[in-house]
Nanobody, 122 residues
């Protein structure tokens, strides 16, 4: 059974930084593509970033490009999302996801975490 557990969310002022972590178990992490998505109140879940198993393919949403960085540590079965220059519009629940290939489509990811809240105050 795949388990993805996010951590690192919280309240931060605009311009600040946060690092989200997602610890994975129950899967061959080193072979899995990993992604981050987010959902703001009243909005649909949207793509944030994804990375292939070896890190050779990395994708970002235009809204976070240059501010967010996805990375992974296959030895620790963990994927990270470093978020900098945060804006109030980044406020959302952030979800970690695992799949076979790195894409921008939520449907390509088969396992999901429970999410962690990120709130950016102005």
């Amino acid at each position: 059974q795949v388990q993805l557990v996010e951590s690192g969310g919280g309240l931060v002022q605009a311009g600040g930084s946060l690092r989200l972590s997602c610890a994975a178990s129950g899967l061959t992490f080193s072979s899995a593509a990993m992604g981050w998505f987010r959902q703001a109140p009243g909005k649909e879940r949207e793509f944030v970033a994804s990375m292939s198993w070896g890190g050779g393919s990395i994708y970002y949403a235009d809204s976070v490009k240059g501010r967010f960085t996805i990375s992974r540590d296959n030895a620790k079965n963990t994927v990270y999302l470093q978020m900098s220059s945060l804006k109030p519009e980044d406020t959302a629940v952030y979800y970690c996801a695992a799949g076979k290939i790195a894409t921008k489509r939520s449907g390509d990811f088969t396992s999901w975490g429970q999410g962690t809240q990120v709130t950016v105050s102005s």
